[in-house]
């Protein structure tokens, strides 16, 4: 692994939009060639609709967040302030955690099991594709204070 290059920028390439776009494509194209008996249950669909706006809201909120902290909100770009409040104070990944979040409640809201696979699937490659990365990027250019940050907020939600 290249520390300078890391340390410059964490990726060269976006996997975390990438994968979530693979995510819903491959969900949605597998639950209509291969769908999975899955009773659509209307509290179920109720919940999923419910957390896919929860999810959306985690998105947005931390984009917000890093937007009025002026840092960088692409994943292969630079760091260039460490945000910690906000939804930030609760994982280090918030919007990684909203995409997982909105990805998985579109199981439910449209009874399509392929959906929640595909969630994990995301959240399996993002965590090895972009927040490893991510991580030591930080720690490269914040030091001890994102040692600090890291030891007291989780990656994901726990």
């Known amino acids: 692994m290249d520390e300078k290059a890391i340390a410059e920028r964490p990726n060269a390439v976006p996997w975390p939009p990438l994968l979530l776009l693979a995510g819903i494509a491959t969900g949605a194209a597998l639950g209509a060639l291969l769908p999975i008996p899955f009773p659509l249950m209307a509290a179920l669909q109720i919940a999923g609709y419910f957390l896919i706006a929860i999810g959306i ?93 890291a030891s007291r907020t989780p990656r994901w939600l726990f």
Do not use: C, Q
Request: net charge positive.
């Open 57 to 149: 809201a985690f998105d947005f909120s931390a984009i917000w967040t890093m937007w009025r902290a002026r840092t960088n909100i692409l994943p292969h770009k630079a760091a260039g302030t460490l945000v910690t409040n906000g939804p930030f104070r609760f994982s280090r990944n918030p919007i990684y955690v909203g995409n997982t979040i909105t990805l998985f409640a579109m199981a439910l809201a449209f009874s399509n099991l392929w959906y929640a696979a595909a969630a994990f699937a995301m959240a399996f490659l993002v965590d090895r594709l972009a927040i490893r990365r991510e991580e030591i990027h930080l720690a490269l250019r914040f030091g001890e204070t994102w040692n600090a940050y």
